[in-house]
Every structure is written in structure tokens, then in C-alpha cells.
């Protein structure tokens, strides 16, 4: 990504309504839909300037890989002991043998070798494991946002599925979220477009702006994995692997 992305992230990260809603949604998929043992090891693989480290760290003890420097650097800080350099698919040795959970959120559309990035983190779980993916959804929603992120594709959901194929893991959950936003987030796009506009941030927000937005985002926390979610801005996946 480029360097003013992880800038944004460090810098929003607490406030932005789709980081903190964001969070809101993964945590509860994750309480409800991940079956973890008495002191479950947790990685985070892809994981930024650290802003998910708190949440999982909800659920057990936290490793975490990333490739940028700095950004690496930032994310040590957050979890207070080291956070290992990683270029998917390769993994380096990791603290834990295993895990119970892996958290790759966000990444898999930056991976140009994505079925081989799936595989190598299924090897990395314990039996029974599980690992939750998010990404961006719809190819036609492609824009300059996706250029300076450094995406490789935008998933939908027969294409995320496909890249699972082959990996060991059972898929358990298929879903859009981020989708009561987004026919709103469809017409920014557009008008963003048309203004010349296209991939400036909204960090300009007003405070109730970003707030209802929060709590618009957040309610989905209510609905994934109870009914059928419409198109999102994002996909995500939860699979595991097989028990021994």
C-alpha cells in the first residue's frame, strides 16, 4: 500500500466509523460463529499498524505478521513484544505451532498467489482452527482507492469460494457485509467519479456524521450469520479446518 494509507490507518484507526463498526462486527462474528479451546492462540497475519490487535486479543493471546517497516513497527508497539515481517504466501516460524484462530483481514486481495496464501495458512492451524477473511467485494466497484491500496482483484463471493478450493479448509460462512452503506457508498463512488473526486478519504466527516455511520455499519453485527446479508462493500469468509 502506499505509505499515506498506513498514515490514514494510524491516524483514524481509533475514531474512523469503519474501523471501529468494523471491529464491532468481526468481534461478534467471531464470539458466536468460532468455536475456541480453554487459551486459544490467535494470529493476525496482514495486520497494519495494529488496530485489530485489541479486539482479538479479546479472545486470546495475539501474534501478528506484516510486511511494511513502519508499519510493522507501530503494530509491535500496540502488542508490546515483536511482530514478524511476512510476504504471503510465505510465513516465517511463528511463536505458536498452531492456531485457533488466524484473522487475515483485508490481505487476500493484495496476494497475487491467493490459493497458495490460503493453503500455506491452513498448515498454520490447529485442527479444528479457524481462520476469518475479509475482503473487498464487486469488481465493478474498482477505483483509484484500489490502485493506491495496491489491490491485485476485488472478490465476489463464487470467486472468494474458488480460491478456498484446494486449501484443506471447510468453508462455513460466505456473506456480504457493509451493506446497509452501501447503495450510499455506490452513489459516492459515482459522484466521485464524475467530480474527479475518486479516492480522496472522508476523514472531513463531521463528528454526527461519522457517528451515524458507525452505528448504521455496527447494526450488522445483529444480522451476519442470522439472515441473508444483501450486496456490501465487503465479503467475508469463515472456514476451518477438519478436526484430526
Avoid: K
Avoid at 91 to 119: K, N, Q
Amino acid at each position: 500500500m502506499e505509505r499515506g494509507i498506513y498514515d490514514h490507518m494510524a491516524a483514524h484507526a481509533g475514531s474512523h466509523w469503519w474501523y471501529v463498526a468494523r471491529r464491532q462486527v468481526l468481534a461478534d462474528v467471531i464470539a458466536r460463529h468460532v468455536p475456541l479451546p480453554p487459551a486459544p492462540s490467535v494470529l493476525e497475519i496482514g495486520c497494519g499498524t495494529g488496530h485489530n490487535l485489541g479486539m482479538l486479543g479479546q479472545f486470546g493471546t495475539v501474534d501478528a505478521v506484516e510486511l511494511d517497516d513502519d508499519a510493522r513497527a507501530l503494530a509491535t508497539r500496540a502488542l508490546g513484544r515483536a511482530v514478524l515481517p511476512a510476504r504471503l504466501p510465505d510465513l516465517p516460524p511463528l511463536p505458536a505451532a498452531r492456531y485457533d484462530l488466524i484473522a487475515l483481514l483485508d490481505v487476500l486481495e493484495h496476494v497475487p498467489e491467493d490459493r497458495a496464501t490460503l493453503a500455506a495458512i491452513a498448515g498454520r492451524l490447529a485442527p479444528g482452527g479457524s481462520l476469518l477473511v475479509t475482503v473487498p467485494q464487486h469488481q465493478w466497484m474498482w477505483s483509484s482507492h484500489d490502485v493506491a491500496n495496491h489491490h491485485v482483484r476485488r472478490y465476489d463471493q463464487a470467486s472468494l469460494a474458488e480460491a478456498f478450493a484446494g486449501s484443506g479448509m471447510q468453508l462455513r460462512l460466505l456473506t456480504s457485509f457493509n451493506s446497509l452503506l452501501f447503495p450510499l457508498a455506490v452513489a459516492q463512488r459515482l459522484a466521485s467519479r464524475i467530480s474527479g473526486r475518486e479516492g480522496r478519504q472522508d476523514d472531513d466527516l463531521a463528528a454526527p456524521v461519522n457517528a451515524l455511520f458507525r452505528t448504521i455499519f455496527s447494526l450488522e453485527r445483529h444480522l451476519i450469520g442470522r439472515v441473508p446479508m444483501p450486496p456490501g462493500l465487503s465479503l467475508l469468509a469463515l472456514a476451518s479446518l477438519p478436526q484430526a
